[in-house]
């Protein structure tokens, strides 16, 4: 073969190579534009789906490819981030939720839903004092990372702690244990009235869509982390 013969073979090699690698780059830009679309167009949905909602969302669709996902008519995974969100007046902070499993066509439910948040310690607080009708005197505190109903008793300190219970579809509060002076005593040493805060709903779940719970609740200095999850979640 003569070396003008080699030299267009290289050429039309490397020619097809460029080709492809042109087609293979314009459909990465497509995917890349189908990504962002399905993205912002969640974001929109989930909005208008839940008006109570009030939250800056940003939407990130896993998977290598978009375009493949979007031709099943499901999406393999979603993860829902934002730094603040309220839902019917409860503030959560550090919002992350990730859905697995998301129809995009038709009605169907999302396979699951594993969503984490932390709701401030005033949130809490206010929304005991808005359902508790607490006696003259009493106010809640956060005592050692612990949510109190305290109030004077002669000058000495009495406190009532709190548990907050989480429920499937709610949080209630009931009292773990009455402190005198920093000394354990019955509720019959104390002449206040406290049942109101025995068993009372502090936080109504129910704005959430059915099939997510409430499976894990813990109080920190900073606020009450949650976690909630859901399987079979009707859209």
């Known amino acids: 073969m003569s070396r003008r013969k080699k030299r267009q073979g290289v050429r039309s090699f490397i020619a ?69 969100a309220t839902v019917d007046g409860l503030t959560i902070n550090d919002v992350t939720v990730v859905v697995s499993g998301v129809p995009i066509r038709g009605s169907g439910s999302i396979d699951s ?69 920093g000394v354990t005593v019955s509720a019959s040493d104390i002449p206040i009235d406290l049942s109101a805060l025995l068993g009372t709903v502090a936080v109504d779940l129910e704005m959430l869509p059915e099939g997510i719970e409430l499976t894990e609740l813990v109080v920190t200095q900073t606020g009450i982390d949650l976690v909630l999850d859901g399987t079979d979640v009707s859209m």
Do not use: C, N
């Open 113 to 181: 839903v594993h969503a984490t948040g932390t709701v401030p310690v005033e949130t809490v607080l206010t929304a005991i004092q808005r359902r508790v009708d607490l006696p003259e005197g009493v106010e809640l505190r956060l005592l050692d990372g612990e949510i109190a109903a305290v109030a004077s008793l002669l000058g000495v300190e009495m406190a009532a702690y709190v548990v907050l219970v989480p429920a499937p579809r709610t949080i209630t509060i009931d009292v773990d244990r009455l402190e005198l002076g």
């Open 16 to 84: 097809v190579v460029i080709a492809l690698g042109l087609l293979a780059g314009a459909g990465y830009l497509g995917d890349k534009v189908v990504r962002s679309q399905i993205e912002s167009r969640v974001e929109t949905a989930v909005l208008a789906e839940l008006p109570e909602l009030d939250a800056d969302l940003d939407a990130e669709l896993g998977g290598r490819f978009a375009t493949p996902q979007l031709i099943s008519g499901t999406l393999s995974e979603l993860t829902l981030t934002a730094p603040s």
